[in-house]
């Protein structure tokens, strides 16, 4: 009933810039809570960055400061602007939304993209 669609990722020399998009679509209700992590080869899945239905947004350190992440309601989607990129951002990004759709019980869940690769050369 719902689908993500990511977009956005390529490859960038270092300090250069990327946006990725990650867009919902199907019967949906609302948006809670969106997240972006990463998973760099050989490493565990990380957090990046969230932000809340009420639009307040944190980020890990390691990204804070060159990371900037933002929502549009009405488009159901998220972004995020990476600028200053860096090779250890080399990664598949994904994001995570969690979305309430129009079906009993009506219960919020979470909801993945397929990942976008982002590979940043020095």
């Known amino acids: 009933q719902v689908q993500l669609v990511e977009s956005g990722g390529g490859l960038v020399q270092a300090g250069g810039s990327l946006r990725l998009s990650c867009a919902a679509s199907g019967n949906i209700i609302s948006l809670d809570a969106m997240d972006w992590y990463r998973q760099a080869p050989g490493k565990q899945r990380e957090w990046v960055a969230t932000t809340t239905s009420g639009g307040s947004t944190n980020y890990a350190d390691s990204v804070k400061g060159r990371f900037t992440m933002t929502r549009d309601n009405a488009k159901n989607t998220v972004y995020l602007q990476m600028n200053d990129l860096k090779p250890e951002d080399t990664a598949v990004y994904y994001c995570?939304?969690?979305?309430?759709?129009?079906?009993?019980?009506?219960?919020?869940?979470?909801?993945w993209g397929q990942g976008s690769q982002v590979t940043v050369s020095s």
């Open positions: 995570k939304l969690n979305i309430r759709i129009n079906r009993f019980p009506y219960i919020p869940n979470d909801y």
